[in-house]
Nanobody, 121 residues
Framework: QVQLVESGGGSVQAGGSLKLSCVVS????????MGWYRQVPGNERELVSR???????WYADSVKGRFTISQENAKNTLYLEMNSLKTEDTAIYYC???????????????WGQGTQVTVSS
């Protein structure tokens, strides 16, 4: 069974940096992209960044210029480097692997357990 395991979360002051990692346990058939999501209790989970085709990336406006997504295929690992952190970045961060469904739409199908990021002022 596919497992995604995140690490690298923690507490940091505003302006600081953290780097999240997500290790994927095995090959995922029909995988179309990998992504990082975040969720604050009481709010919906939101997409922060995604990567596909090796170097096609997308970022939410709120993190553009501060966060960088990357992947190391040889290690089956996804990263999210977060710089210039703000208090509003505080959330649980999840990595997700999306696959093509039978309708050929790309949707998240596998999720990690989440890692807490707390940014204090």
């Amino acid at each position: 069974q596919v497992q995604l395991v995140e690490s690298g979360g923690g507490s940091v002051q505003a302006g600081g940096s953290l780097k999240l990692s997500c290790v994927v346990s095995e090959y995922i058939p029909r995988k179309c992209e990998m992504g990082w999501y975040r969720q604050v209790p009481g709010n919906e989970r939101e997409l922060v960044s995604r990567i596909s085709g090796g170097d096609n990336t997308w970022y939410a406006d709120s993190v553009k210029g501060r966060f960088t997504i990357s992947q190391e295929n040889a290690k089956n690992t996804l990263y999210l480097e977060m710089n210039s952190l703000k208090t509003e970045d505080t959330a649980i961060y999840y990595c997700a692997a999306s696959i093509y469904g039978y309708d050929w739409r790309c949707r998240p199908n596998y999720w990690g357990q989440g890692t807490q990021v707390t940014v204090s002022s």
